[in-house]
């Protein structure tokens, strides 16, 4: 079983739907938990992070992490075409210095006009 | 450059071919990571330098995987002997701060085919 969990989709929605995109963990000492967007043939562009656990808002897009649950989401509000890609969530500790960052496998988003 | 540089875009090997691919970091960067990405999956984490200092290699896969960053700047990933398996994408990230994660960037990577 990976340390990450991510359901790959892909997730097609109607422009200006709500899009909810999810990922579970197993190792209770993750800290960070971050998102990722991907385009095609593109290297991945932080979109948000949140350290240990509530929500955070950056405009369109909704971090939230549960930590009882071992479970984040990412909710992007009014989706747009432009916001289809591969969006990737990632988790490393905290405890000072460098730390590995775990990827999910990723979920293809696709937002149709 | 204002971003993470990498090259080859694109590179073909046949199997058995030693390959080697570059990263230039933005500059001043002093952390520089590689991540291995194959298809349809997340990045998996390969090796760590903070400046010339190779502090963890625990994700290359074999020893035929070898990286280097001698003056503290540009990170060069050879594979030696390539296989089927190892065609990937090779991401490179790079960091103001020491071990940082939330502020790297990454590169556009390198697409490896062994054919």
């Known amino acids: 079983q990976k340390e990450v969990e991510q359901d790959p989709g892909p997730l097609s929605v109607p422009e200006g739907a709500i899009v909810s995109l999810n990922c579970t963990y197993s190792n209770s000492a993750f800290q960070y938990f971050m998102w990722y967007r991907q385009y095609s043939r593109k290297g991945p562009e932080l979109l948000m992070y949140?350290?240990?656990?509530g929500n955070k808002e950056d405009g369109r897009f909704t971090a939230q992490v549960d930590k009882s649950s071992k479970y984040i989401s990412l909710f992007i509000r009014d989706s747009q075409p432009s916001d289809s890609a591969t969006y990737l969530c990632?988790?490393?500790?905290?405890?000072?210095?460098?730390?590995?960052?775990?990827f999910g496998a990723g979920t293809r988003l696709a937002v149709h006009p | 450059g204002a971003g993470v540089s990498q090259s080859p875009r694109y590179k073909v090997a046949k199997r058995g071919q030693d390959v080697a691919l570059r990263c230039d970091p933005i500059s001043g960067h002093v952390s520089l990571f590689w991540y291995q990405q194959a298809l349809g999956q997340g990045p998996e984490f390969l090796t760590y330098f903070q400046n010339e200092a190779q502090l963890d290699k625990s994700g290359l896969p074999s020893d035929r995987f070898f990286a280097e960053r001698p003056e503290g700047s540009v990170s060069t990933l050879k594979i030696q002997r390539t296989q089927q398996e190892d065609s990937a994408v090779y991401l490179c990230?790079?960091?103001?701060?020491?071990?940082?994660?939330?502020?790297?960037?990454f590169g556009q990577g390198t697409r490896l085919t062994v054919v």
């Open positions: 990632a988790m490393f500790n905290s405890g000072g210095g460098y730390n590995k960052l775990i």
């Open positions: 949140t350290y240990s656990s």
């Open positions: 990230a790079s960091s103001p701060s020491w071990g940082s994660n939330t502020e790297a960037f």
